[in-house]
């Protein structure tokens, strides 16, 4: 009788799992495009496209994209300005633009705090001088932008703390980390990310090894060789994990000694990495390979390279129940863009569905029983 009812609640249970849904935003850079996605835990579809471009005749980028913690609304980077870029509010009930701020140059990443309210945009500056960008600061609920925060050359990646307090990103370009205090808007510590300093691991008061200036010439810009893309701090440890996409690594630093404590050689082009909430996978986004790598953080090792289903792999996005990877991969020239769902249990890419062309931006909204 025990074992009957044993098996009865487990085929229960399996059957109220099997019919949760999924639900995700991807952005199509191309396209001026918006897909609501629903997986239903064996088939991905989109569920509707959303026209975000403003001028009938321009390209304005979708590029960043983030849902806010409440799940009630999303965020959108328009990154092709003339010349600044905007953020645009969209409800989640509508998905209807009901807000819009400028920004600055490209703005791309973001996220909302849960702790602090407020909304954080690195300005990647992709079209303009090699010289140091922006963190935006924006009040979500205004619509307005508080501060612009200086950071370094072409910050891209960027992630908060787990406790909503601390703003990770990285400039591409002058090859290095920085940590914003979320409350004072400032920039705590740069961490140079360049082998040459293994060593030298600086902070933002000494200028020994942060320099982005030739030394030959006051006004020319260094240029990165590890070129780090992004950065995701671990959910449960003082760790963070940043994709080297020139020097094909993945870079860990501890956060409590601020410095370079592992580099781990990964496949061509890491660009997007995102830790599942248990803190045991990294999935990384291997640009230069149309592929995605699986890494066990308990190990350090790549445990799996999948196979994207078309070229120039993107951006991630995690369930939070830790089951599934959802992947934005670009496609070449007038191809649409692909996401594919990877289950993080078997390791398998299962099911793929076409979007607009660039996919780029990812973001999980929510599960629904």
């Known amino acids: 009788m025990t074992r009957f009812l044993y098996l009865l609640l487990f085929f229960i249970s399996s059957e109220i799992y099997a019919k949760r849904s999924y639900y995700l935003y ?14 239903n835990g064996e088939n991905i579809k989109e569920i509707e496209r959303i026209n975000v471009g403003v001028m009938p005749t321009e390209i304005e980028g979708p590029h960043g994209i983030t849902v806010d913690p409440n799940g009630d609304y999303w965020y959108l980077s328009l990154a092709h300005g003339s010349p600044f870029g905007s953020l645009v509010k969209y409800t989640t009930e509508s998905n209807k633009a009901i807000s819009k701020t400028i920004l600055g140059l490209f703005p791309a990443t973001m996220q909302v705090s849960p702790t602090t309210g407020l ?13 140091p960008s922006t963190v935006s600061v924006v009040d979500p609920e205004l619509m307005v932008e508080i501060k612009q925060i200086e950071t370094g050359s072409m910050p891209h990646g960027s992630r908060l703390s787990p406790d909503g307090l601390l703003q990770y990103s990285v400039a591409m370009m002058s090859g290095e980390l920085f940590e914003i205090d979320g409350i004072s808007m400032e920039v705590r510590r740069k961490l140079n990310l360049e082998k040459m300093n293994n060593s030298m691991n600086h902070t933002s008061n000494d200028h ?28 449960s440890t003082r760790k963070a994990y940043i994709a080297g996409n020139g020097s094909d690594e993945i870079i860990e630093v501890d956060l409590e000694n601020w410095k370079v404590s592992e580099r781990i050689k990964t496949g061509k082009g890491p660009y997007n990495v995102e830790i599942t909430p ?29 196979k994207n289903t078309t070229s120039v792999s993107h951006g991630i996005a995690i369930s939070p129940d830790n089951k599934y990877a959802f992947i934005s991969v670009e496609g070449i020239g007038g191809e649409p863009g692909i996401v594919d769902v990877i289950d993080l249990e078997t390791l398998n890419l299962i099911s793929s569905v076409e979007v607009g062309k660039q996919a780029g931006g990812i973001a999980f909204w929510k599960i629904s029983d």
């Open 26 to 39: 991807v952005a199509a850079e191309s396209d001026d495009a918006v897909s609501l996605l629903e997986f």
């Open 119 to 131: 909304l954080y945009c690195v300005n990647f500056n992709l079209h303009g001088d090699m010289k």
């Open 208 to 235: 020994s090894g942060h320099s982005m200036m030739d030394h030959t010439s006051h006004s020319i810009m260094k240029h990165s060789k590890v070129k780090p893309t992004w950065v995701i701090p671990h959910p």
């Open 278 to 306: 248990d803190g045991n996978i990294l999935v990384i986004t291997l640009k230069g390979e149309g592929s995605t790598a699986i890494m066990d953080l308990n190990s350090k090792k790549i445990i799996k390279k999948i």
